[in-house]
């Protein structure tokens, strides 16, 4: 998922300025989107239906709204008001993400800077406050290494290490808290979706597109992992003879 997180109370550091940009993205122009904060079928995909509907079909909705976009600008009284963004030639991902993010800003009202960080400074924004500093935005390409929305909505409880802007909620802390705790895959996918609800309508990250790492096996193979642990696990001595 490619995500934007806030770092300071800027003009998006409140709900009222990330949602017209939220608005304003074009998804569909960029690659098909479904606004699921988790984006798993995994754990939850095993819940019950009601849940699975909870999850799924009553987050907060991402269709183009230019109109309702500048209204909301013009109701958090911060037209023309500058957000700062990071960008990078680190990847392409990052430069993408940031110009969307500027053409957005600039066609509902805000006046969106973008700050270019070095590819080998960049990484620094994820684990030093000061390399955040008089930042609002920055690009995410997060990556899963498990099929449990939990590894990515326990990075919003207080003081996760990817708790970037900061958002501290008790309610929220102790659902992840019980989720941690819970076995019943069921269960715990209903506190799950009640997490993906929160994250959803209080836009603690910013999700643009989802783009899935495609892996073709021949029925003869097996082995190789579904997540992003072949980013940094010798997967390859998994693989072998299915039979």
């Not at 989720?179 to 895959?185: K, V, W």
């Not at 715990?188 to 993906?196: D, G, T, V």
């Not at 643009?208 to 892996?215: G, M, R």
């Amino acid at each position: 998922m490619v995500g934007s997180a806030g770092t300071h109370p800027g003009p998006q550091g409140v709900v009222a300025g990330a949602r017209p940009l939220r608005l304003r993205q074009d998804r569909p122009g960029r690659r098909r989107h479904r606004h699921r904060l988790a984006h798993h079928q995994g754990r939850l995909g095993r819940g019950p239906e009601d849940v699975r509907k909870s999850a799924f079909e009553n987050l907060t909705p991402t269709a183009q709204d230019l109109d309702q976009a500048k209204a909301l600008i013009k109701e958090a009284g911060a037209s023309g008001k500058t957000v700062t963004v990071a960008t990078s030639t680190i990847g392409q991902d990052v430069s993408l993400l940031a110009t969307a993010v500027q053409s957005a800003g600039a066609q509902i009202g805000l006046n969106v800077q973008l700050k270019t960080i070095a590819p080998n400074a960049f990484t620094a924004l994820f684990t030093d406050p000061k390399a955040r500093e008089g930042l609002d935005l920055f690009p995410e390409t997060y990556y899963d290494s498990v099929t449990d929305p939990l590894d990515l909505l326990a990075n919003f409880k207080t003081g996760a290490y990817q708790n970037f802007g900061g958002y501290s909620d008790q309610a929220y802390d102790g659902l992840v808290d019980q989720a941690t705790a819970e076995y019943d895959p069921a269960k715990r996918a209903a506190i799950e979706a009640k997490l993906q609800q929160t994250a959803s309508q209080q836009l603690l990250w910013i999700p643009v597109a989802e783009w899935p790492t495609a892996l073709f096996l021949s029925k003869r193979i097996t082995g190789a992992p579904t997540t992003i642990s072949y980013m940094y696990y010798p997967w390859a001595a998994d693989v072998g003879a299915a039979r």
